[in-house]
């Protein structure tokens, strides 16, 4: 079974445990669950302060199975915004502040696109070749 499986178990068909094969019962992941789960806004808290309470998967499933309604749920999965660094612009930042280009990646959203742009304009950058660094 894999992680839809899982949460249409927990959230509509609401089986018994025992009813799963113990080849199912090891594809229950509760780090999953609590992931997909947590998209929706209204679960988030129940969420925090289940995850960490050190439980048997049966357990787990048996609790989730009680909380959330029965119906059909979708649990939109959210990724993170998170864009790719132009690698010349990471090389010029990298340089400006005397970092490594590692240390750049990991901090740029402390540096930001405005902040970039000021930097690629003081050392002498047209806006067009701006524009592409930035992109």
Not at 21 to 26: C, I
Request: positive net charge; charged residues 30%.
């Amino acid at each position: 079974m894999n992680i839809f499986d899982w949460i249409n178990e927990i959230s509509y068909n609401k089986r018994e445990w025992k009813e799963f094969t113990p080849e199912q019962q090891v594809t229950f992941d509760p780090y999953m669950i609590h992931r997909f789960i947590s998209m929706k806004q209204d679960y988030i808290e129940v969420v925090n302060e289940i995850q960490f309470t050190p439980m048997p998967k049966e357990m787990l499933y048996n609790l989730w199975c009680e909380i959330l309604p029965k119906k059909k749920t979708f649990f939109r999965y959210i990724k993170p915004k998170k864009g790719k660094i132009n690698p010349k612009l990471i090389t010029i930042l990298a340089k400006r502040f005397a970092l490594s280009e590692r240390e750049i990646k990991d901090n740029y959203y402390l540096i930001g696109e405005d902040l970039s742009k000021d930097i690629l304009l003081n050392i002498g950058i047209d806006e067009k070749q701006i524009k592409t660094l930035l992109k």
